[in-house]
């Protein structure tokens, strides 16, 4: 019969009480993954602490798949630092670099301008219309670490959504067969 008849043998042989014990496992480790991205979130200051990097705008500091660690702070941004910002009407964040620093006179608030270290021109284009500056509230962090192309995983899942599918059917299988 095969390893699936085997797989399907075992479920079929599975009482209510292992199902049970099952499910709540399950639910515990995405509750555990789910604290700890909020203690991410509370100890960096930032509402994603890792992000991927999803284009080669940034090459050759950052490639696409990289993954970055972000911290907020409550110190002013400069020149030349990698910030990832949200721009009003994109749903996807940008990983950028801090090229001008433009510090209001009536409030003393900062707001910046971005450039891909791939790109030729400021990301006045990528902003809202009629936005030419960055506020603090469009940043979402600084980056402070990465780790090269670990990031090709979701970009994979993204890109192909039948991988994603099948590793989670593969993955709720096993949770289900697995007598411990």
């Known amino acids: 019969m095969g390893w699936i008849g085997e797989q399907i043998d075992s479920v079929k042989s599975l009482n209510f009480r292992q199902v049970l014990t099952q499910a709540i496992s399950l639910g515990m480790i995405v509750t555990s993954a ?12 930032s509402e994603s602490p890792v992000v991927v ?41 940008i ?9 209001r006179q009536d409030t003393g608030e900062v707001d ?14 990528l902003y809202a219309h009629g936005q030419l500056w960055l506020q603090r509230h469009h940043i979402m962090g600084r980056a402070v670490g990465f ?4 990031g090709w995983v979701t970009i ?3 890109e192909k959504p039948i991988i ?3 590793l989670i059917g593969a993955l709720g299988l096993l949770v289900i067969t697995s007598k411990e």
């Open 112 to 125: 910046v301008l971005t450039k891909g270290d791939n790109n030729f021109g400021d990301d006045r284009l």
């Open 156 to 158: 994979i899942m993204t």
């Open 34 to 45: 789910l604290i700890i991205w909020k203690g991410l979130m509370c100890i960096t200051g």
């Open 147 to 150: 780790l090269p192309y670990v």
């Open 164 to 166: 994603k599918y099948i």
């Open 95 to 103: 990983v950028h670099r801090v090229i001008k620093v433009h510090e």
């Open 53 to 93: 990097v999803l284009s080669g705008s940034m090459e050759p500091g950052f490639k696409r798949g990289d993954i970055l660690f972000l911290h907020m702070s409550k110190e002013p941004i400069r020149t030349g630092e990698i910030v990832v910002f949200n721009v009003d009407g994109r749903e996807i964040p």
